[in-house]
């Protein structure tokens, strides 16, 4: 069991990596003025999101190997593990809004400034302190 939590958390750290970055691209590409610019902006979200999905998939994969062979038997009644899933499928909309937000920029439909992605950047670290600190700590 120990190598799929090592598994585990070296697709969670892949696909936080790819969270990190990519709200990143988008201050910029809300900030760029020249069409070259946006459209190189478009091609790296493009790219980025492709790239980071599957870490998702395996990150969430291991989880549930990791959630039905060992931690439901063990923390079942312990609410650190349901509120660490439920912010671990916050997580997953967040992923799949970014999607979201890839294509409106990519048909220059983008609604939002700098400064809201700048604040949407800050979400997931919000998440990470969160699911590390739960899955740690086990506070409750």
Known sequence: MIWVKAFHIIFMVAWFAGLFYLPRLFVNHAMAEEEDV???????????????????????GFGLWLTFD?????YANMWW????LALV??????H???GRIIRNFAQDR????HVWYRWFNELPVLVLFTVVILAVVKPF
């Open 38 to 60: 946006r459209a190189r902006l478009a091609l790296m979200e493009r790219k980025l999101y492709r790239f980071i999905t599957p870490w998702m998939l395996l990150t969430i």
């Open 70 to 74: 060992y931690a439901w038997a063990a």
């Open 81 to 84: 593990l349901h509120i660490k």
């Open 89 to 94: 499928a916050a997580l997953v909309g967040y």
């Open 96 to 98: 799949f809004y970014c």
């Open 110 to 113: 983008n609604q939002r400034s």
